[in-house]
């Protein structure tokens, strides 16, 4: 099938495989999921053009045009976006969906993009008649592709950050690499956990291991082998915290400083850009023939880096606001 002689019928079949991911039980669609499937697309198509992020704004006006509509202006509820975690996961599923859909069509880049607007577009439409007006569920479009670029953009940054600043002129090792992008994200997590009042013993592992997630996915996206060696030797709970404090304050300000750059300011967003970085430096340094870290030992080492220092973390802001 070329996309360019039969687009209408690519079309229907990029809009089935994205109904399939987002179906429930009853032939109910989880509209949500789906948003942040289109998003996943959205993004690794246009990564394929030299300029992603101009192409972001006209894809937007695009969709503005084809939907008669602006997104909605409203300030966003609480609870109106899944949180970091999860669009990075659902986005994710979306750019992989994407690359199975034009693999066959890579020189074909622009018709892909102009046959997915088309494809939001139904979509969009096709949630209006279920009762979302399409101007909040653009809006919600928006904001989840706008936090995917961000997401992917930020992991390469701040590898770049990493290599450039922290290897090529202070002489980090790998091994130090993938610690200190692990331990910084396990201290945003805490640090925004905790200025939330929502660092408490109850829900502290879930939202570490959503994190720290996003960092074995990302490895594995990339080489590592899978497995179940991540926490392979991890101190006990009741073990005294020993978190990398001298990566941290190493790389922190520079990450620091980098976010604010880009205004991604939230720290959730923050821990999960870091742990998809560390993810990537993961497999530069346990990837390959000859790895210049096994993974058996990469793996748990960047799994303590984050877990030791979002509980000693944690655990410090607790006593703070206790006392």
Same mark, same amino acid.
């Given at each position: 099938?070329?996309?360019?002689?039969?687009?209408?019928?690519?079309?229907?079949?990029?809009?089935?495989?994205?109904?399939?991911?987002?179906?429930?039980?009853?032939?109910?669609?989880?509209?949500?999921?789906?948003?942040?499937?289109?998003?996943?697309?959205?993004?690794?198509?246009?990564?394929?053009?030299?300029?992603?992020?101009?192409?972001?704004?006209?894809?937007?006006?695009?969709?503005?045009?084809?939907?008669?509509?602006?997104?909605?202006?409203?300030?966003?509820?609480?609870?109106?976006?899944?949180?970091?975690?999860?669009?990075?996961?659902?986005?994710?599923?979306?750019?992989?969906?994407?690359?199975?859909?034009?693999?066959?069509?890579?020189?074909?880049?622009?018709?892909?993009?102009?046959?997915?607007?088309?494809?939001?577009?139904?979509?969009?439409?096709?949630?209006?008649?279920?009762?979302?007006?399409?101007?909040?569920?653009?809006?919600?479009?928006?904001?989840?592709?706008?936090?995917?670029?961000?997401?992917?953009?930020?992991?390469?940054?701040?590898?770049?950050?990493?290599?450039?600043?922290?290897?090529?002129?202070?002489?980090?090792? !790998?091994? *130090?690499?993938?610690?200190?992008?692990?331990?910084? %994200? $396990? +201290?945003? =997590? #805490?640090?925004?956990?905790?200025?939330?009042?929502?660092?408490?013993?109850?829900?502290?592992?879930?939202?570490?291991?959503?994190?720290?997630?996003?960092?074995?996915?990302?490895?594995?996206?990339?080489?590592?082998?899978?497995?179940?060696?991540?926490?392979?030797?991890?101190?006990?709970?009741?073990?005294?915290?020993?978190?990398?404090?001298?990566?941290?304050?190493?790389?922190?300000?520079?990450?620091?400083?980098?976010?604010?750059?880009?205004?991604?300011?939230? !720290?959730? *967003?923050?821990?999960?850009?870091?742990?998809?970085? %560390? $993810? +990537?430096? =993961? #497999?530069?340094?346990?990837?390959?023939?000859?790895?210049?870290?096994?993974?058996?030992?990469?793996?748990?080492?960047?799994?303590?880096?984050?877990?030791?220092?979002?509980?000693?973390?944690?655990?410090?802001?607790?006593?703070?606001?206790?006392?």
């Amino acid at each position: 099938m070329s996309i360019l002689i039969d687009k209408t019928g690519f079309a229907a079949h990029i809009h089935k495989c994205l109904m399939n991911q987002a179906s429930l039980a009853g032939e109910e669609t989880d509209g949500m999921r789906l948003i942040q499937l289109l998003a996943g697309v959205t993004v690794e198509t246009l990564l394929l053009f030299d300029e992603p992020d101009e192409g972001l704004s006209a894809t937007y006006a695009m969709l503005a045009d084809a939907l008669g509509s602006e997104p909605s202006a409203a300030p966003l509820g609480q609870h109106a976006l899944p949180p970091a975690y999860v669009i990075e996961a659902e986005t994710e599923m979306g750019r992989t969906l994407a690359r199975r859909l034009f693999e066959d069509w890579l020189n074909c880049a622009y018709d892909f993009h102009q046959l997915l607007v088309t494809v939001v577009q139904g979509v969009l439409i096709q949630l209006e008649a279920g009762g979302q007006p399409r101007a909040e569920t653009f809006r919600l479009f928006i904001e989840c592709t706008n936090r995917c670029m961000a997401y992917e953009i930020a992991a390469q940054e701040l590898c770049d950050i990493v290599i450039e600043e922290k290897i090529g002129a202070e002489g980090w090792s !790998l091994a *130090d690499s993938v610690s200190g992008l692990s331990a910084v %994200a $396990g +201290r945003c =997590l #805490a640090i925004g956990q905790s200025s939330m009042g929502l660092f408490n013993p109850v829900t502290w592992n879930d939202r570490l291991d959503q994190v720290s997630y996003v960092m074995t996915q990302e490895a594995v996206r990339l080489g590592i082998p899978a497995g179940s060696d991540w926490r392979f030797g991890l101190a006990a709970n009741d073990c005294p915290a020993n978190a990398p404090y001298d990566l941290i304050v190493s790389l922190e300000p520079s990450a620091r400083g980098f976010f604010r750059i880009i205004g991604m300011m939230d !720290l959730l *967003d923050q821990a999960v850009a870091c742990a998809k970085a %560390a $993810g +990537r430096m =993961l #497999a530069v340094a346990a990837g390959g023939d000859a790895p210049e870290l096994e993974p058996v030992i990469a793996k748990p080492l960047a799994m303590a880096a984050m877990t030791e220092t979002f509980r000693s973390t944690g655990c410090q802001d607790t006593a703070i606001s206790g006392s």
